[in-house]
């Protein structure tokens, strides 16, 4: 499995970027998918997840990030509108171990390289 994030880059705070995350290896349909982050000296935290119960979002994101996929295109967005300062960091996407992917990390399988996002002040 493979996991392919873009999308990010340096935004003013307020702006808006969509990360994308291309899969490919087994029936993407399949698997629940999350996006993390990670800044220096932090352990990586959740942001946002999908699986077959639905979407669900950390507290910090929620109402400002959308998690959405697309089965065809074996892909899953993060669009993060009204961006703040203290988004800033590397974003990572996952695949999970199933279709109950969840909050925790260790709920999914496969990970991204990861694509930084920086937000100025």
């Known amino acids: 499995v493979q996991l392919q994030a873009s999308g990010g880059g340096l935004v003013q705070a307020g702006g808006s970027l969509r990360l994308s995350c291309v899969a490919s290896?087994?029936?993407?349909?399949?698997?629940?998918m999350g996006w993390f982050r990670q800044t220096p000296g932090k352990e990586r935290e959740f942001v946002a997840g999908?699986?077959?119960?639905?979407?669900f979002y950390a507290d910090p994101v929620q109402g400002r990030f959308t998690i959405s996929r697309d089965n065809a295109k074996n892909t899953v967005y993060l669009q993060m509108n009204n961006l703040k300062p203290e988004d800033t960091a590397v974003y990572y996407c996952?695949?999970?171990?199933?279709?109950?992917?969840?909050?925790?990390?260790?709920?999914?399988?496969?990970w991204g390289q990861g694509t930084l996002v920086t937000v100025s002040s």
């Open positions: 999908v699986n077959w119960g639905g979407k």
């Open positions: 996952a695949q999970g171990a199933s279709h109950y992917s969840n909050r925790q990390q260790s709920s999914y399988k496969y």
């Open positions: 290896g087994r029936a993407f349909r399949n698997y629940g």
